[in-house]
């Protein structure tokens, strides 16, 4: 039994897009050690080309998300240019709150006037290169919160963020958006400001139609629902952005369906559910870390993964889902569910992209393309990127 | 070193009430075997006498929750008369839409229109029960969901239940109140209709103002930063009640303050606070189960544990911690902050309630009172009330 | 692409064999509502009855665990002949230390010598029946534990513990086994005496050759690495038998592989690796429950995802994952384990149970048999089995 | 009510030895940024005189431990001179096996024979350091592990492990003792060679009597009963030593006492009541990361927080509670367990160190020092301490 696709679902993953983080090309780590690799690049010129292969292997990544100040450059239209001279273009901007040594103590939330105005201006500087750029969307993660109970008054420095969110949503644009992550924990172990989507929800919501919620796959509590909560924010009309990746414990940030494929699928078929899918609203961004595997396959892998668990969700019987359901036959509708799962989409997948030109297997075809062994060889010298550049 | 409570403590801790429910005086288990124990009263009117003992040692107890249709009679009024006659009044109504068997597969959330009304029509006679106590709130918590992926269409829930709460909340009379309680899982195991205060918080928010949020303390993912969450509900002005418990695991319903006591002093700190300490808009609530201890006693020792932490968190010197937290001193704000903790407020406690008449020791009172080995006695035959009577 | 599965597999395969527990075809249910169904047997020859169409539909099934005192008969010859008539055999005998008023604070481990030795003669009995059933193994599943800190001396309980299982364990005759398994929580609250597999580990360990762990699949803190522990208890010597069943929260209890079915998958792929698969030395048994779904169709369910995982364990290259281990390959190792996981094996696996004779679709000849619809009328009147019959 | 500490007591507290890491005294942070101090010292030899000020105010940390390579210096006789003129001495050796880019994917278990052998050679240098400093034990903290299923065959590395922790534990002398530490996760995210308790227990229990666990507080799953395992270690003579810290989330490396004081003072009467108190067998040790928090306080505060639980664990009726356990009166002897508990000891504590001749209030004594304002000073220039060095 072969599994085909239809027209209609082949048409869905036609226009599905999957952002890539420039920071995924640079080198990352734990706190005990951050390992190198021969061909990291060394600056973000270097990290879109890396980029721009996924999208040349997969045709799914046309759009490459940015991080200020590691990708701080003096002419961001030339980098705009070398991007769209690549294939692809500059999606969102990051914001970067948790490396300033000003920022020890908070930021968007802190109590000093002068550190939190400092914190603001770093946003304001992220809309002028989104006006540069042409990205639509500002993404914030509040990395923010303190280490010991009793260390700060989380009341207060939850208006201050609001005050400060009033502030950055004002500067935008009509076009542009901004988009609050919420994490569980990490870097601060005792509070963090916003921890959670209902945090991150009602912030939003008392800024505008524009600012919306971003969900990180990987910050949430241990065993929570988070597939209800895609079903949430989407029914809310405040879903703005995913940020992809895995985990087995906390905040592992490793390639998106490697530890739990089939809660990616719930995800997507929520996704798909709700009206998420190829909606200009929901941007679909990976955001991981490939601390001991090559980067450039390690993010082929990824929007591969995504892409076939979307195709998976897609193939849900919904009618015989809805009857079943109606039907109370609990067995009957889990039946239909995971039979959707079970079916293995790679060959279809791979006739469809060799029917568009695309290679069948990118992986295998980005491995025998030489790129890696020529980075490897031509970017001797030089600091490679990192967290910190 | 002896801690003293200054007068203005001593007026706060006056105020405090805990209102208790009246199944706590039944008998409860796991699903693996519920025990009973002598004197466990047959009818609400025991019940109610039992919860009557509480206030009676500890003068801080004065009303009782009801759980309906566990504590349905004949007449309110009588109920109503016999509380008052033992000094403590009959407080929040709690529904239930989880033992119903037309109610296995959802009852607010339930796709069968007729299913629907009838749970519907539960709260309908909730809010008459209110009417005839005199009760403010209808506590609703939602035990619905879903025990396999795919068995139901959760967004569609979502919108149900949204339907039938407004059916409900217009029900209510200018001074009652909706309560709607959060539950991470249990009894339902894939997903809950309500299991995060986001959701509570967005459900209650488009209702009206006298819909709020209950907070259980043992209704979250582990590592959840509980007073965070009581900080941010009091700041949105939605703080309706507190369900206090502790927990190492899941929902252990253990007694509150047992499992992790400085847990309970932060979440009290954030009460302070955030002005909720004896404001009427927040309830204070236990919901424990005693599945091997004494009843009676185990529900003495949780209000004695809240008043005792309650008195640590009033004597947090906030001027002091506000100037160690202005100047960022990690050390010396988190000093001022365990130092309120540390202290041992039973001996000013003890001292305080025999100024005002009470027994110094409520747990040696009561155990001396002899009302334990009365009811052992007086109780025989007839059916001990459990999560089913 | 359709998959094959070699002749070796298929040998495999047709060895295989699950456990069913008899107590899967009564009634369960949460603390909060245990709910019935038309058709649920009354006593252990009709549970038996129905097990024996989880044989009779997929042939995966040949044996039933038996749960005393639940499954306590007169003859126990008479059952093992009605088994036998059926096609199954009686495998695995259950004890019960968590129901007795007795046992409320502890069995194998109480203080009192009186209701120790009680317990241990529980087990006597079971030994007993052992010896009539023709029951190889003895799996005692330690309940015990306390609910607060202080409430018991866990070292003490430990040291009794050991005697209590040593005890028991010279009674078993040369054939026989004891199985002893832990789990992290509930029904006690604060500890529990036989919490982790290395406790289980040791306890076993110092009894003899033929005592061995018992793993259920949803004993674990979450996050645990279960297939770990399967490897390393296979390592050791000392995995005896597995309970499966899925969670996403506590002990959730529902049907194996629908929770996370790649979990399934990566244990039994560390089975094979560690000689697990149809060793006589470890049992493959069900533990669930099936509170909202069919129970019969819920065991088929069961088998077949036990089944179609280990199908896909066995396809895994091993010699191509060696190689890709071996040169430290990440993406290619993960490549070649995610290739196994994501055959849809369904195709092949009916094609091969016709060959046997069997339904190719179990699921499907099970709800046209008419079985359900039969027993629902003829078993009118009696008390439906559940935990405490 | 001023509480008292007897005669006994103080004797069991004046003996007590907190050993303190030389890396608390560098700078430590997340994988997103690691601040900076002034003062931060710049070599072991500044290391140990930071150290050396934590038992010059508390008088409980005659000990330092080093960790190989962050430590190593030309002549460990001259830093062992160093530390004893400062009054302290050198303790456990730490070694390291995971910055070296060889140990990318392993280091003990790793496949190739010639890394594997690298690591043991390390192991080999710490044991001549010990030798050198006169240290009696050698510390593993196993990082290894892998990321992704599949990437490694765990079994295999298990038995290499074996292998190589036999070949160092053969070069150790008589005195010197071999301490194994596991870790539930980071920075390896799928699985982790030494993951929990019981696989440090088979691993060492093969190895000799010399080989012992250690049991770092912050390396459990979520929800484990630490104190549990505290017994069990002590009651199978395998608990060599403890790292304390403590945590909400994840490995958080927060000063001990700061998250859970009542796990603390659990653990303290596990350890009391299996008589690892003040017991030479079992290394009483710090391991903690002041990210954002001053260091040398940071030092203080936490040894002072094991004392006061100590003091705490010491003041528990042991007789009364043993007699309201066997009368399983489980609110009785909760009871007796919190009031240990609840006792404020700091002011008996401060009284005691007075009549010791040491500073009262050893954090504001500290403070008064004018040590960090002259170390701020002096320490200008060179490289700052940390995980690198």
Known sequence: MSTTLTPDILDALALQAVEVPSWAYGNSGTRFKVFGTPGTPRDPFEKIADAAQVQRFTGLAPRVALHIPWDRVEDYAALRDHAESLGVVIGT???NTFQDDDFKFGALTHEDPAIRQKAINHHLEC???MDATGSRDLKIWLAEGSNYPGQNDMRARQDRLQDS?????????????LVLEYKFFEPAFYHTDVPDW???FAQVSSLGERAQVCLDTGHHAPGTNIE?????????GKLGAFDFNSRFYADDDLIVGAADPFQLFRILVEV???GGLNHPDVTFMLDQCHNIEDKIPGQIRSVLNVQEMTARALLLDREALAAAQSANDVLGANEIFMDAFQH???????GWRESRGLAGNPMAAYAASGYQERIAAERVGGAQAGWGA
Request: charged share 25%.
């Open 165 to 177: 969110l009033q502030q950055i949503y004002d500067r935008l644009s009509d076009e542009q958006r």
């Open 127 to 129: 809309i002028d290169v």
């Open 272 to 274: 798909v559910r709700g």
């Open 93 to 95: 901007i990051n914001s």
């Open 198 to 200: 209902g945090t991150a």
């Open 228 to 236: 209800f909560i895609v079903m949430q924010l989407l029914r809310l």
């Open 344 to 350: 293995d989409v790679r060959p279809a997948l791979a």
